[in-house]
């Protein structure tokens, strides 16, 4: 039982319109998300020193409701995950704010953090599709709280827009991360339809403590950014404003704060260019860091792929114009690499086509649809996963594929590249129309060896119940010998057309 304590999340919102970022962004108390050392990670629930696994399985039915939606957790141990660990949350769990309806959508989007610094990572849930009385759409969020005895509903607490609006989706995507050392747990960002907003933990007055009551959240501004590109000193050209759509987050200019990554596509054109703005964290008595607009997107994901200490940021296009605007239809990934300024440089761009890469890109792979990084075979080096959930195998439309790029030295390398699909040897199941095999990717090291393993999610498998597929990784990094297979009723929920894996914390 959480006891003593609030969980009231003040505000903080972004000055992107003036060009500029506040200083109370997120650094890393709990661990920035995309590093290579086993500190770098916020997946501990239970706080035991093992990674644990949090999917989210938005169509799943609860209590006669479609679509509301759920979320799993699974506990890492030293043999690693399995479903005997596990536990299953919804808004029908008893002390988690709202209930179940059509079409909430609780568990479209998941991140973790640990936001009141007690040393349990928490959990953040997206219900994009909630409606606020007749608000249609309008979307919310809930924290589970992590405590010794992993994440429970009891004391969750809601999370929603300053202003209820019909479509907004709010919680469509979240991020945690610790940006500045004006508190000691790590903030959460939570992206709607226009803008990202901030929430940061507060205990609550001595005379309020211990009290449900007391869990409130104060209410937030937002920042548009369809209306204005902020200013930047490092772009391929002009940043239009964006539609936004992603988040990730990482310390790209290992400063010791971590820097939030707000993605999506051009709004003032047709082009459906992705783009990446890096807000960058810094101490509370710093100026202010400039903004950075980069070309890429709408996906994205950080790591340090060539261990120089520095986060990287990976962009995944999978619509596939490049940086010259031509269209490389099968999808496309651009890796910028950290310094002393953030991400910046020139980017390296990756499709089917690059030199070593298994494949060719061929219209609507999607190569790209989703990102991962993670070190893989604990040489210090973080490798990266791309997801093709459109890509073709054979004459099986849109089964879906995996890659595993290695990182080095001299950064991201098709050497030793691995490619995994459901008719690879070792690999459970079959290639079928629609799998959308690898619609999710996510490293993760439940057993605290080091190696970061790979899941990867066809949320289409079995008429859209949803499939995840387990790889294991060795001293040679990932491998298919032993994989396996689990789907939400190995976990006692309901599978059908849950889309289970939709959602995977990274």
């Known amino acids: 039982m959480r006891k003593n304590r609030t969980a009231a999340l003040a505000a903080a919102s972004f000055l992107l319109l003036s060009g500029a970022f506040i200083a109370t962004a997120p650094s890393a108390y709990a661990g920035i998300p995309g590093g290579t050392s086993a500190n770098d990670r916020n997946t501990d629930f239970n706080g035991d020193g093992y990674d644990d696994v949090l999917v989210g399985a938005p169509g799943a039915t609860v209590g006669g409701h479609a679509g509301a939606g759920l979320v799993t957790v699974q506990y890492g141990g030293k043999s690693g995950m399995g479903t005997s660990r596990a536990a299953v949350i919804s808004q029908n769990t008893a002390g988690v704010p709202g209930s179940a309806e059509n079409g909430d959508a609780f568990g479209q989007a998941v991140a973790t953090g640990d936001l009141d610094g007690d040393g349990y990572d ?37 999370l929603q827009a300053d202003e209820p609006g019909k479509g907004r989706h709010f919680g469509s995507a979240l991020a945690a991360a610790h940006f500045t050392d004006t508190t000691d747990g790590d903030l959460v960002a939570v992206l709607d339809s226009v803008g990202v907003a901030l929430f940061q933990y507060e205990a609550a007055p001595a005379a309020r403590s211990g009290s449900a009551a007391a869990k409130d959240l104060v209410r937030h501004s ?111 990934i651009g890796v910028y690499y950290g310094s002393a300024a953030g991400p910046a440089g020139e980017v390296q761009q990756w499709t089917q086509d690059s030199p070593g890469v298994p494949g060719a890109h061929e219209r609507g792979d999607r190569w790209g649809g989703d990102l991962s990084v993670g070190d893989t075979n604990g040489d210090g080096f973080a490798d990266v996963a791309v997801g093709a959930p459109g890509e073709d195998i054979g004459t099986v439309a849109d089964a879906g594929a995996v890659w595993v790029l290695r990182g080095s030295s001299d950064g991201l390398t098709a050497a030793g590249v691995r490619d995994f699909n459901q008719n690879s040897d070792g690999v459970p199941g079959a290639a079928e129309k629609g799998d959308k095999f690898g619609a999710q990717v996510s490293f993760t090291d439940p057993n605290a060896d080091g190696r970061f393993g790979l899941l990867a999610a066809a949320p289409g498998e079995n008429a859209g119940d949803g499939i995840v597929w387990v790889f294991s990784a060795t001293s040679s990094g990932v491998t298919s010998s032993g994989s396996w297979t689990y789907g939400p009723a190995a976990l006692n929920a309901p599978a059908k057309g849950a889309h289970f894996g939709t959602a995977i914390d990274d």
């Open 122 to 158: 928490d959990a953040i849930v997206g219900s994009p599709g909630e409606d606020l009385g007749t608000v249609a759409d309008s979307g919310g969020g809930v924290v589970l709280w992590g405590t010794p005895k992993g994440l429970v509903g009891t004391e969750s607490t809601g």
């Open 222 to 332: 937002r920042t548009n950014f369809a209306d204005k590109a902020p200013k930047t000193r490092s772009a391929a050209e002009e940043p239009p404003g964006i539609n936004p759509s992603g988040l990730s987050t990482g310390d790209y200019d290992a400063n010791g704060f971590a820097d939030l990554v707000v993605s999506g596509i051009s709004a003032d054109d047709d082009s459906n260019h992705g783009w990446s703005y890096v807000l960058q964290g810094s101490a509370s008595d710093a100026d202010p860091l400039p903004v950075l607009a980069l070309r890429g997107g709408p996906v994205v994901a950080s790591g340090d792929i060539n261990g120089d200490g520095k986060d990287d940021l990976v962009t995944g296009d999978p619509q596939g114009p490049d940086e010259g605007g031509e269209s490389t239809a099968g999808g496309m």
